[in-house]
């Protein structure tokens, strides 16, 4: 491997020994076979390789399929589709941390901690194999609030409002959020709930009892800058209520410890904390107001 | 009679777009997907979506030229009434994305903003951030989000889709789809089916396509029967970050926005970017193409950077083929607010700020302009039909297709932000049809037999289990997927050599026979990704074989197909007498060619597992096939003479009242 591509790493510069070739990336894996089954460590090598990230890692180690013992092991499943974040598939703790597997760039990561990188699953859903977790309640969550603007439908009625620049430039970092669920792993508010299913209980059974689960826990961050985002396009706000009355239901904003994990986490930046306040704002104007409405 | 009932396979905008619109017919819709759909490979497109506004409109824009700018570009080697449909739809459909809350970037007095795409003269592209297609798709998963809630979406997300169901008579019926969680089969009867799919680009292994991009389900409804168009049109972009893992696409909207292309004189310069003076720069689209400059069609910059690389060898650096692609001149402030997101792509990916250094980029598999044939009706005034059940039907009836999946719109090269376009479109424009067609079904799906779903279950049932069950195998499916990749991007990409292609064939096929011999590694009954991985390769290879095959036969340059051996040079004369020669050769030849092979290639697959190659002529009847003459040296000539004759042709015409229609006959497959 070349010197230019050694320091096209991030290291390099700064005094750090870039891996080269020849050089093994030791991964440690926490895997699971499937929900409810014990997890266990696995370790893997992986050639080194300039410009190589997480995704790359579990590629090469599902390609070999075998673990650093010289045992054949099933591949390790994971998530993830865009590759450049923007998708929000591949969310695992790297190093302990939550974030984007795609943009966990090995050489980063091997400065933070040169003996190995250390793979787990996101803690606060339940794990469905290895590092894939059912993440459904983050769509759930969109569902509460009523992440949409109410258009009559698809027939034609011009354009929209005219919005200002100032109000886009607000808007649009929160449309970006990509509901990776960082931001609800990080959350001290936001527990885990999974719910087994029993027997004799059909699909359908679980599935609503799994729902009435979800709407009873948290809404997390993500799902109140939604609705703030909506909340706040003139034809979104048309059901600005009815967002303000799920908001301010059990599990609704009156959870969050503003202890602002969220905020740093989040791979898109997006300001969830200031999100966090407007809603806050918005639902004690709210509830003065339904006072007074009686 | 029950509900009628649809089953939409994809959500990306294309299969999203058509949900919500049936829903809103009140038919009932299952929607399935391999990821959720919110994580669809849309999400990824970054430059904008084109159409006709209220701007360009004031400086002489049209949809009619909209309409012109893409057979042009798409080198005429598509249908023209759908065209001519969907850029009559494209203001309606920016209006309505943007009354669904799509943040589009604004003007100062609040209208919404428009940047220039290649291909056109025009500022037809609107943009939210440099993100568009992501925003646009989560505007149409709220919708459907809602639709949902109201009970009458049902989605079913980590599915795959195996094989349609078809009947006796040949008509789609549903579909046999597995659980990617437990693994499970389950037979899905329905009015129809419309495959939203997306592209291909994985039969390239790398491409600046998505991890689900595998073209796994068209791969799948052409095994089945259904005819696939123009597969050999493979868009290149001219722009990616070369990755391990992925090629990152650098969006068109860099050089929209005032990026220029360049390359040091010298070869492989290893002085700093920045260092290098003017003099010393060659910014060679400018320079061969003045009026376009670093805005001409894709196909052209792809192989001028391919050139400049591999022929002319100026490639930045020794070892890796890559040109400057440079924003350097532009204030940090207007990049930051105008591709924010691109560029910080390129900083998390590459680790270098490219506001103060310029970017190294090179071509990447970017679109397949091919895919499933479709059918359409064509209406009075030389659109589509609204309503028509045969709108985006393929030719297996009740299998529709949609979105990138789809041969339809982009010809032999796809003008930037015209696909998000186009996803939209079909999508809206076929629910309607769909509709029709299902009402008018004599039995409903539900009632049919059950034996034709039994069947079809047992069959992939078994396909699974023997896969599971292959021990001892020696081949490893990641690996063939890699080498098939390389082969692939070799051979079938920029440019194109009838050797090479041919035995690229052979290669595929022995790729193929190995494959057989994969073993996996993991037997498993429980979200196996390694199975449903090796099958999606497996499906793989009928789709490079047809890519190959036509790529092959079609000896001529068109759009993204490019071969060196049919290529027409510009005119080599100075003397002005033996110019118009010339062009009147080059005019004669171009005449000769497009009766040959302004076609669409139409390929089936055989009982043999070889594609059946047959060829389908093009409705150009609103706009006469014309020479693509962007930078061709005595271009300006050959323009005069071609203008000439055309003249010519009309009177001809206008003499003889009883000229023949001049549409050509379209809908049968053959
Ligand atoms: C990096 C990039 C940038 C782009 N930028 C632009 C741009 O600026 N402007 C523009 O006009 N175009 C752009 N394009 C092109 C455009 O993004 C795509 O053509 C378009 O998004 C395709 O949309 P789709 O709805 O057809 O399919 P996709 O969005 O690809 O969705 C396909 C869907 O099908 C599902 N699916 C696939 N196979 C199966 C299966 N076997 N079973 C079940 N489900 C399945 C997937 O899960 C997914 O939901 C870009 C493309 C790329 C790669
Ligand atoms: S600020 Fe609220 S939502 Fe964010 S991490 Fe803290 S408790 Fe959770
Ligand atoms: S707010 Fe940020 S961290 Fe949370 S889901 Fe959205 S993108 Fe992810
Ligand atoms: S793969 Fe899409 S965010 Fe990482």
Known sequence: MSRSHASAGTSGADGHASPTAGTTVHVRVLRQDAPAQESYWERHDVPYEPNMNVISVLQRIAAAARAKDGRRVAPVAWDCNCLEEVCGSCTMLVNGRTRMACTALVDKLLEENPEEIELKPMSKFPVVRDLVVDRGRVFRALERVQAWVPVDGSYDHGPGPRISPEQQEDAYPLSTCMSCGCCLEACPQFTKIEVHQRSGESVEQLAQRRDEAYDDGFVGAHAISQAVLFNNHPTGKMIADERMTALTAPGGIQMCGNAQNCVAVCPKQIPLTRSIARAGRAATVWAIKKLFDR | ?670
């Open chain 2, 1 to 670: 009679m029950a509900q009628p009932r649809v089953l939409v396979i994809g959500g990306g905008l294309a299969g999203l777009s058509a949900t919500m619109r049936l829903a809103e017919l009140g038919v009932e819709v299952d929607l399935m997907s391999l990821v959720p759909v919110k994580r669809s490979h849309s999400v990824c497109a970054q430059g904008g979506i084109n159409s006709v506004n209220s701007l360009t409109r004031q400086q002489g824009d049209t949809e009619w030229k909209h309409l012109d700018d893409t057979v042009y570009g798409g080198d005429f080697l598509q249908h023209q009434p759908p065209v001519k449909e969907m850029t009559d739809w494209g203001p309606r459909i920016i209006d309505l994305m943007d009354r669904l809350g799509v943040p589009f970037n604004r003007t100062p007095e609040g209208f919404r903003d428009q940047r220039r795409f290649g291909g056109t003269l025009y500022k037809r592209t609107a943009f939210a951030g440099a993100t568009t297609g992501q925003q646009l798709l989560y505007a149409l998963d709220e919708q459907v989000r809602r639709f949902e809630v109201e009970g009458k979406v049902k989605k079913w997300e980590f599915w795959d889709f195996l094989q349609p169901v078809l009947d006796s008579s040949g008509r789609c019926r549903g579909a046999v789809c597995q659980d990617l969680v437990t693994m499970q089969f389950r037979a899905f009867p329905a009015d129809a089916v419309i495959l939203a799919t997306g592209g291909c680009g994985l039969v390239y292994g790398r491409s600046t396509m998505s991890m689900v991009c595998t073209g796994s389900a068209v791969s799948r409804a052409y095994q089945s029967g259904a005819a696939y168009g123009n597969g050999e049109f493979i868009q290149v972009h001219p722009t990616a970050i070369p990755g391990a893992d992925k090629l990152r696409l650098m969006s068109e909207s860099a050089r929209g926005e005032g990026g220029r292309v360049w390359v040091p004189r010298a070869p492989h310069d290893p002085r700093d970017p920045r260092e290098i003076p003017e003099a010393e720069r060659y910014y060679f689209l400018e320079d061969r193409y003045p009026k376009y400059g670093n805005l001409v069609p894709r196909d052209i910059a792809t192989r001028e950077i391919f050139d400049i690389c591999t022929t002319d060898g100026l490639s930045v650096e020794k070892d890796r083929l890559c040109v400057y692609l440079d924003l350097t001149h532009i204030p940090r402030e207007t990049l930051d607010r105008k591709l924010g997101g691109i560029l910080e792509i390129y900083e998390k990916f590459q680790g270098v700020d490219p506001r103060s250094v310029p970017m190294k980029i090179f071509p990447a598999v970017h679109y397949s302009m091919g895919g499933l044939w479709v059918d359409y009706q064509r209406s009075a005034s030389g659109g589509m039909e609204e309503g028509a059940p045969k709108n985006q039907q393929t030719s297996l009836p009740g299998l529709y297709a949609i979105g990138e999946c789809d041969y339809q719109y982009h010809g032999a090269n796809r003008l930037g932000a015209n696909s998000l376009l186009s996803c939209i479109f079909s999508g809206l424009f076929c629910a309607p049809g769909v509709m029709a067609a299902s009402g008018s079904l004599r039995t409903l799906a539900a009632e049919e037999s059950k034996g034709l779903f039994d069947a079809a279950l047992r069959r992939q049932e078994e396909r699974h289990e023997a896969l599971l069950a292959r021990r001892g195998g020696n081949e490893n499916p990641y690996t063939i997927h890699n080498e098939l990749g390389d082969l692939m991007t070799r051979v079938a990409t920029v440019v194109r050599r009838n050797e090479q292609l041919a035995s690229a064939y052979d290669d595929v096929c022995q790729l193929e026979e190995r494959w057989q011999r994969c073993s996996l590694s993991d037997t498993g009954n429980w979200t196996n990704q390694n199975v449903v991985f090796t099958k999606s390769v497996g499906d793989m290879f009928p789709l490079a074989k047809l890519i190959l095959k036509g790529a092959l036969l079609r000896d001529e340059c068109r759009g993204a197909h490019y071969k060196p051996s049919a290529a027409m040079p510009g005119i080599a004369a100075t003397e002005p007498s033996a110019q118009r020669l010339e062009a009147e050769e080059w005019c004669d030849r171009f005449e000769a060619n497009t009766r040959r092979w302004l076609k669409s290639t139409i390929a089936r697959h055989g009982a043999d597992g070889h594609p059946q190659i047959t060829y389908e002529d093009i409705d150009t009847s609103l706009i006469p096939p014309r020479p693509r003459l962007y930078g061709l040296v005595g271009g300006d000539v050959i323009e005069e003479v071609w203008k000439e004759r055309q003249r010519k042709a009309t009177a001809a015409q206008a003499e003889s009242p009883r000229a023949t229609d001049s549409a050509l006959p379209v809908g049968a497959a053959s």
